[in-house]
């Protein structure tokens, strides 16, 4: 009883630190949060940041990345698609939705792959996006909807397009933002009428 009271604590504990970061980074951005102003409005000592996270600041932005741009792929889970190609469109749909939202914009869009660049012991998980995105393109390749083309090139050239598109969202300023989430859908929906318009066999090399 006593065991499960204490990890209940711990439990919490790390979850006000989560939270309060979370509001941290989103109004201010990584660089200009301070370890004393999360402990500040977690109402906790400095000791237990570094004990529920011993890298710091660091560790705790890459969780709240994390619980921030799991929303992303929720979204994406409960979509109703009939074809990988629509569950591509749709996925863009979504993403450049979010980036229209102040936190996710800040946190996942802009901040995220300059904090956990590559050489972070965090940096692993901006790789999801990345994964999830080839296994859409394959199974549009696969179902003929998609250009024959080779899958990691295709996925390269339109996790880039969305990507860059998603960060001309965030830094729009807040009234433009759903007209420019819009015109980036657009974008994107000529790129895949276009690759899907060149379905022509792949010719292997020698």
Do not use: N, W
Request: glycine share 8%.
């Amino acid at each position: 009883m006593v065991g499960t009271r204490r990890a209940e604590q711990a439990e919490a504990s790390r979850a006000a630190l989560v939270a309060a970061a979370r509001g941290c980074f989103a109004e201010h951005g990584y660089d200009a949060t301070t370890v004393a102003e999360v402990l500040r409005r977690a109402g906790m000592a400095r000791g237990a940041l570094y004990h529920y996270f011993p890298g710091g600041k660091d560790e705790l932005f890459a969780v709240v990345y994390r619980e921030v741009d799991d929303e992303l792929y929720r979204r994406v889970d409960a979509l109703d698609t009939a074809s990988p190609l629509s569950a591509l469109r749709e996925s863009a749909s979504v993403f450049f939705g979010l980036c229209t939202r102040e936190e996710f914009a800040r946190i996942t869009v802009l901040e995220g792959p300059r904090v956990m660049a590559a050489g972070s012991p965090y940096g692993a998980v901006l790789g999801r996006s990345y994964a999830r995105m080839r296994d859409g393109v394959a199974a549009a390749i696969e179902a003929g909807e998609l250009a024959d083309v080779d899958v990691d090139i295709l996925t390269t050239a339109l996790y880039g397009a969305v990507r860059d598109l998603g960060a001309r969202v965030a830094t729009a300023p807040s009234r433009q933002r759903r007209r420019a989430a819009a015109e980036a859908l657009v974008v994107v929906d000529h790129l895949l009428d276009g690759i899907a318009a060149v379905a022509t066999p792949r010719q292997e090399t020698a």
